[in-house]
Structure formats: structure tokens, C-alpha cells
């Protein structure tokens, strides 16, 4: 079943991707949309700025009005709302702010990528604006809306010689070590990018520019991720655990990684963030399972649950040795089923001993097995654990992986629901989810064995 998964995520890619041709698209829906007061009262534009470029010719006949995509709201309008918010402040080829500080490593094109600083256009604390812990309980327009104010500032550069690019990479990497905002002021070579992308698979972000110079305010490093980074023999895994044990925040360590600063001193270099993301997540989680191996069982079932951005979050934990899995569920009108009549399910697994191979459903997967390990390293004990996650329309753009880590973080954090029977803890999770019961059970891996698979211990017992 989870091979059928993966082939069936593979053809809708597939299919969409043959349905969405490249298009230039009308404006004129658009500018409608903004003259409507019920939905723009309160923004400033300029018509001649708004360049529109439609990968999904559904958006062009719904034109934010009919709801064919079946979200609960169309994500177009309200990427616009705050584009055109942010748009006056973002103009010209200077420009300075408080960056939160934030930097981004493209993939597109690797080994040469585009790197650079975030930076919005205001000076105050910016912090929450590039730190996916603070972020919980935010709504979907508030994340929006401050990470439209993000200008990503670009400088071409080799992966593995960014030590030899200049003085521009050299303070993207002393913002990345900062500990809170940074004034950065910023020369460009061009106007930001001012195409607003009409793509409702692509995370909500700023405009764009390259840069000609860039100016930092000397700032104040962590002086725990200072100490990693002058460490040219301490390798990059261990550089990760030790500042994660110290108490520093997964983001930031997320955020150093990717611009080269853990490792031994001729490994180094850029990664891009995308990728940075999941290899701390899976470098922690891993490290934290080795550990959980070793603690005794847990004594009873446990359900946790998180509800966040219509996203349902139920994670059992069975008394049984270490092992995990991940099920996801998305309904008609999410993002991975933007088009479908149906609710599309894709999972994955891993033994006792664990994986050698990249997890298909992605970044999720170890987002949510760092969350789970660090509750039970933290207890001193070990699982079978299921997290079982169903996305609905109201889920209307992807955020990023961090929504998964800290959903399922929340969930941990919650006292849990034990039962004595695992039939009695599978009695709850039909009460949250709008799935029946027996789809999970038919796509679940572990589920399946612990309901159905006979172990020695059964054997015994009868004697």
C-alpha cells in the first residue's frame, strides 16, 4: 500500500505538471480583486508593478471567486493582500532594515546557488519573523505577512568555494551566526523581482534581488555556535548534537549549517536551506534514537493530539521496541491534492534499526520523528510510534516543515490520553479524524503488526 502511495503522489505530479502550462495571465481578474473593497480596502498599488505569471491555469478561470482549487480561501488573494502591502516598502536599489537575522541558500542551479541575507524593510525586533518556534499558533496570515516583508537579497556562489566569494558571503554567514536582529544595509543591482507568482504549491516569500554591496552593523554571535564554528576538526554531525544538547534552538543551528559553518575545515560548504532543514531534523532525531533504544518500554498506550492551520495531528505510542512511522492524509483542495476527488494517502516506516534510505514522503517524516524522540529521550523510555496527520482545505499554502516539528512538538507537550488495550486507544482516533479507522490500518505498516502479528511474548502468555 505505501508503494501504491508513493506510485500514486508520483502520477498526480506527473498529471498536474502536464495540466499546468506556463502562461502569461490576464491582470484584468486580478485588478478587480483589488478594487473590491470588501477584499482590499487597505491596500496602496500600482497597476503598471503588477506582473502576474499563472503556472496553474485553474487560477485563471476560478479568478479567486469560485473555490475549484476547494480550499476554504483562495491563496492567491491572500499572498496579494499582503504583496501589496509590502511592495512600497520594498522599492528601489538601496535599501536597510533589521534582519532577524535570516539568510537563504538556493538549490536551483547547484553547485552554483544563490545566497544572501533576508532583510526586512523596518528596524525593531525582528526575530519571529526567520524563527519557526515562535511561529505556532500564528495564523496562516500572519505568517504571510511577515514573510512577505522578506527581501532575499542573492549573490551567485560555488557551494564549496564560498570561502574564497568575498566580503558579501562573509557577512551572510556573520548574520547567520547572530544571536538577535541585525541592521544590514543593501546596495542592489536591479529593482526587486515584483512578479507575483500565482502557484499555490510554493511557500509564501518576499521579492527578490541581487546584490551589489552589502553593509552589516557588527553584531553579537552565540557565542555556543561561535565556539562550533571556529572548531575546524569537530565534524558537522557533532558540531549539530553538541549545540542541540546546549540548549540552542533546531532553527538556528539549521540556519549555520546551511552556510557552511560546522565541519572539518576542507569539508565545509553552502547548503542549500530546503536541504539544511532536514538534515539537522534527521540528524538530531537520529542521534536521539539511538539513545531511546536503550531506555526501558513504555507500560501503557498513549495518544497525543495537535490541531494547528487545519492540519490534525493524533501520535500513538505502543509498549513495544523502537520503531515509527509517519501517515499523511490529504483531502481534495490541499496542497499535494490540489485537484483530486479523493483523499490521497502516502506513509513510511522504519524498524527498530532504523533506515538507510531518504524517507518519501520528505522533510515531514523527520520533523516529526525529532518531536517524538525528544519527548521520549526526555522520559527515559521507548515506542512503537505512529503519527497519523490529516491535512485539510483550510491548509491553503505550504509553510514549511517547521509546522510538522512544532504541531507535533505541541502534541508532546500535552498530557496524554492512556489506555490499558491498544483497541481501546484506536476507539479515539476515529473520534478526531474524518477517516475511517480501517484506511489507516490499511496503510499503516505498524499498525498492521501490532494488531495482527503474533509475538513471542503472546506465546508465552497461553502457557
Known amino acids: 500500500m505505501r508503494k501504491l502511495a508513493i506510485r500514486t503522489k508520483n502520477l498526480w505530479r506527473k498529471e498536474a505538471a502536464s495540466k499546468k502550462p506556463r502562461v502569461i495571465a490576464d491582470n484584468s481578474w486580478l485588478l478587480q480583486l483589488i478594487d473590491d473593497q470588501n477584499v482590499a480596502a487597505d491596500i496602496n498599488y500600482d497597476k503598471s508593478s503588477l506582473k502576474t505569471v499563472a503556472r496553474n491555469t485553474m487560477c485563471v478561470v476560478c479568478k479567486g471567486a469560485k473555490a475549484l482549487c476547494g480550499k476554504t480561501r483562495c491563496p492567491i488573494i491572500v499572498r496579494l493582500k499582503y504583496y501589496f502591502r509590502a ?30 541575507p533576508l532583510v526586512p524593510p ?5 526575530r519571529q519573523y526567520d524563527l519557526p518556534e515562535l511561529w505556532f499558533g500564528k495564523s496562516m496570515d500572519d505568517i504571510v505577512a511577515f514573510r512577505s516583508m522578506l527581501l532575499r537579497g542573492k549573490y551567485r556562489v560555488h557551494v564549496k568555494k564560498f570561502e574564497d566569494a568575498g566580503k558579501i558571503m562573509d557577512m551572510t554567514r556573520e548574520l547567520a551566526l547572530s544571536i538577535g536582529s541585525v541592521d544590514v544595509e543593501l546596495a542592489l543591482k536591479k529593482k526587486p523581482n515584483r512578479a507575483l507568482v500565482l502557484d499555490d504549491e510554493i511557500q509564501p516569500f518576499g521579492p527578490s534581488a541581487p546584490i551589489r554591496s552589502m553593509r552589516v552593523v557588527p ?17 558537522a554531525a557533532e558540531a549539530v548534537k553538541g549545540l542541540f544538547e546546549k540548549g540552542v534552538m533546531v532553527s538556528r543551528i ?20 530546503r536541504w539544511s532543514i532536514t538534515a539537522v531534523d534527521s540528524i538530531l532525531s537520529k542521534d536521539l534514537m539511538d539513545k531511546v533504544k536503550t531506555f526501558p518500554e513504555i507500560n501503557e498506550y498513549r495518544i497525543y493530539e495537535s490541531h494547528y492551520l487545519d492540519n490534525r495531528f493524533e501520535v500513538l505510542m505502543i509498549p513495544n521496541a523502537w520503531s515509527y512511522e509517519a501517515l499523511e492524509a ?9 485537484s483530486g476527488q479523493h483523499v490521497v494517502m502516502y506513509s513510511d516506516w ?7 534510505t531518504y524517507a518519501s514522503i520528505g522533510g515531514c517524516y523527520y520533523a516529526a520523528r525529532l518531536a517524538v524522540c525528544e519527548l521520549l529521550a526526555k522520559e ?9 496527520r490529516e491535512a485539510h482545505p483550510g491548509y491553503i499554502m505550504p509553510v514549511g516543515v517547521w509546522h510538522v516539528r512544532e504541531n507535533v512538538r505541541n502534541a508532546m507537550r500535552q498530557t496524554p490520553l492512556k489506555y490499558d488495550t491498544l483497541d481501546e486507544a484506536l476507539e479515539r482516533i476515529p473520534s478526531q479524524f474524518q477517516i475511517p479507522l480501517e484506511q489507516w490500518i490499511e496503510d499503516s505498516k505498524l499498525l498492521q503488526d501490532a494488531l495482527f502479528q503474533k509475538r513471542l511474548t503472546d506465546y508465552l502468555k497461553l502457557q
Do not use: C
Not at 227 to 232: F, Q, S, V
Not at 255 to 267: I, M, P
Not at 350 to 356: H, K, M, Q, S
Open 122 to 126: 523596518v528596524h525593531e525586533d525582528t
Open 219 to 235: 553584531s553579537r554571535w552565540d557565542h555556543r555556535i561561535e565556539k562550533a564554528y571556529y572548531d575546524t576538526d569537530l565534524k
Open 330 to 338: 490529504w483531502y481534495p483542495g490541499t496542497v499535494w491534492n490540489p
Open 87 to 116: 511592495m512600497p516598502l520594498l522599492e528601489g536599489l538601496d535599501m536597510d532594515g533589521a534582519s532577524p537575522p535570516g539568510v537563504f541558500v538556493g538549490r536551483i542551479g547547484y553547485p552554483y546557488v544563490y545566497a544572501g
Open 350 to 356: 522504519e524498524p527498530y534499526e532504523g533506515r538507510t
Open 380 to 388: 527515559r523510555r521507548q515506542a512503537t510510534v505512529i503519527v497519523l
Open 254 to 273: 539549521q540556519r549555520a549549517f546551511s552556510v557552511g559553518s560546522f565541519g572539518l575545515e576542507d569539508n565545509r560548504r553552502l547548503v542549500p536551506t
